[in-house]
């Protein structure tokens, strides 16, 4: 069913867990997150939507914390080359 996403990252702990979560976006530009169980039988909880729009990125990048915030943060590149920080802030 993963044909659905048109971009998926993962491996930033956007929940401060301590496990690396997924993000993925939908073809409709709906960003979806999934957050390790750290089961390897059920390894994510049921996706949450965090919102739409995000069909004007064509990259993201969930690289860990990068800027110091209490969580993992998320990099998404618009179509016109402009890079943009979306902070995290442990809670999901």
Partial sequence: GWQ???????GSDLNGD???DLLATD???VLWLYVSTGDTRTPFKPRVR???GWQTYDLLLAPG????ASG???L????DGVLWLYLGKGDG
């Fill in 18 to 20: 301590g496990r690396g």
């Fill in 4 to 10: 659905v996403y048109d971009k998926i990252t993962g």
């Fill in 72 to 74: 993992g943060d998320l």
């Fill in 76 to 79: 998404a590149r618009d179509k």
């Fill in 65 to 68: 914390d990068i800027a110091g």
């Fill in 27 to 29: 073809t409709s530009g």
């Fill in 50 to 52: 965090i919102g739409g």
